[in-house]
C-alpha cells in the first residue's frame, strides 16, 4: 500500500519516493512523461527527483 511506500521512505534518509497520480502498480513505461523522465533522470545520471515529486 502506498502509506507503508511513504512510511519507508520517511525511514531511509537518502530515500525519495516518486508518486504516481494514476491506476497500476508501477508507472515507467505506461505513457507518464513525467515518471519516464524522472526514473530515466535517476538511472542515468544518479540523481534522484526533488522531494514530494508527483507525476500523472
Known sequence: P???ARSL????SSARL???DGDGHTAYGR???CADRTINTYLLTGRPPAPD???T
Not at 521512505?9 to 531511509?12: E, V
Open 18 to 20: 516518486l508518486t504516481y
Open 9 to 12: 521512505a520517511a525511514q531511509l
Open 53 to 55: 515529486t508527483t507525476c
Open 31 to 33: 505513457g507518464s512523461e
Open 2 to 4: 502506498y502509506r507503508w
